[in-house]
């Protein structure tokens, strides 16, 4: 069965700025990114150091919905923050190393084929667990990443604290990167990469907000009443 279309929730800039007020820490760098970045809830939470790059301002996403890589850019405003957040994590992962842990999960059998590179500081977590735990598929006592839970529940409770009454969650951050990036003119063939949308039918999806009515269309209420209620002024 044809699933019915649904439009995404889309917060305003400033909408967007109260929830993201209402987060600290590290939720905050994760909103952030969900907003800035236009990263997915499992993107974030499985970011990895290698893959933020500094000197270019950008994230590699690896192995996104569909399996797809894609660049992103890296907004200015977490940098620091970032930078000091990664020197903590970069001390827990060397008490992990002192203490015989520090192996991380690798993908596709890299584990085998590169044999030291789980220990290694390129490939932690961005956001790690904050206790180790036993891998199920493995046996082996490490340290995953933030459970996507923490980030959920952080910024639905954000939502519900700034007042908003739009049914949002974490990705109505994503929704509203991409709306407010088309708002401020950036082309639309740009906005589907950033997304890595397979068709830009998809992409065009977030026009439907862009600072106008539905589709763009003035109210005939307006046209009606307008006019007269300015001859009053």
């Not at 929730?9 to 939720?27: A, I, R, S, W």
């Not at 970045?37 to 301002?57: N, P, Q, S, T, W």
């Not at 401020?184 to 063939?189: K, L, M, P, Q, S």
């Not at 906005?191 to 068709?199: G, I, R």
Request: hydrophobic letters at 40%.
């Amino acid at each position: 069965a044809k699933r019915p279309e649904r439009l995404p929730v889309v917060f305003t800039p400033e909408e967007v700025k109260q929830v993201l007020l209402q987060l600290d820490g590290v939720n905050w760098l994760m909103g952030q990114l969900l907003y800035g970045a236009g990263l997915r809830v499992m993107e974030c939470v499985r970011l990895r150091v290698k893959d933020i790059d500094f000197g270019y301002r950008q994230i590699v996403v690896r192995d996104g919905k569909g399996k797809k890589d894609r660049i992103t850019m890296l907004p200015t405003i977490i940098i620091d923050e970032l930078q000091r957040h990664l020197l903590k994590v970069k001390k827990v992962h060397e008490n992990d190393l002192k203490e015989g842990f520090g192996a991380v999960f690798l993908p596709y059998a890299l584990e085998t084929k590169y044999q030291n590179a789980n220990r290694s500081w390129a490939w932690q977590y961005v956001f790690p667990a904050s206790h180790r735990s036993i891998d199920p598929r493995s046996g082996i006592d490490r340290r995953h990443h933030i459970s996507e839970s923490v980030l959920l529940r952080a910024v639905k409770n954000a939502i519900r604290r700034s007042g908003i009454t739009k049914a949002g969650s974490c990705h109505a951050l994503r929704h509203s990167f991409a709306t407010h990036l088309l708002e401020a003119g950036y082309d639309i063939r740009t906005v589907q990469e950033l997304l890595v949308h397979k068709d830009v039918s998809t992409t065009m999806i977030y026009t439907h907000v862009l600072n106008r009515g539905g589709k763009g269309v003035q109210s005939p209420g307006d046209m009606l009443f307008m006019p007269e209620r300015k001859a009053k002024k």
